[in-house]
C-alpha cells in the first residue's frame, strides 16, 4: 500500500505565503509524476501544478507566477510553494502521484486526504 500525506494548509491574509508539503510511504518502488489539486465545495477537482520525475514542471494559468513546485525524489516528496495567495485560492489541496509498487506493474494513481487552504480578504 502506498500512503500520501499533506501537512501545511492552514489559515493566511491575502497577499502571504504558505508551503504544502507531501510524502508518500509505503511499498513503493517509482514515483513518476506528482501534483497538487484544488476543490472548493461544488465544483470539480482541478489541477494546480504537476512535476515529473525529472523536474518538469506545470501550472494552472491562474497560479503562474505565484506558485513554485518542487520535489525531493529521495525523500518521495513534493512541495507547493504558495505567495501572492487570493481568497479565490481558498480550497481543500490534495497531493497526487503515479507510483510504480512493483516493476514492471503499471504506476498506480494515489491521492492524499487533503489540506484546507483558507485565505482571508
Known amino acids: 500500500q502506498v500512503q500520501l500525506v499533506e501537512s501545511g494548509g492552514g489559515l493566511v491574509q491575502a497577499g502571504g505565503s504558505l508551503r504544502l508539503s507531501c510524502a508518500a510511504s509505503?511499498?513503493?518502488?517509482?514515483?513518476?509524476?506528482m501534483g497538487w489539486y484544488r476543490q472548493v465545495p461544488g465544483k470539480q477537482r482541478e489541477l494546480v501544478a504537476q512535476?515529473?520525475?525529472?523536474?518538469?514542471?506545470h501550472y494552472a494559468d491562474s497560479v503562474k507566477g505565484r506558485f513554485t513546485i518542487s520535489r525531493d525524489n529521495g525523500k518521495n516528496t513534493v512541495y507547493l510553494q504558495m505567495s501572492s495567495l487570493k481568497p479565490e485560492d481558498t480550497a481543500v489541496y490534495y497531493c497526487?502521484?503515479?507510483?510504480?509498487?512493483?516493476?514492471?506493474?503499471?504506476?498506480?494513481?494515489?491521492w492524499g486526504q487533503g489540506t484546507q487552504v483558507t485565505v482571508s480578504s
Open positions: 512535476i515529473t520525475r525529472g523536474g518538469r514542471s
Open positions: 509505503g511499498s513503493i518502488f517509482s514515483i513518476n509524476a
Open positions: 497526487n502521484a503515479g507510483v510504480v509498487t512493483t516493476w514492471p506493474t503499471p504506476e498506480g494513481d494515489y
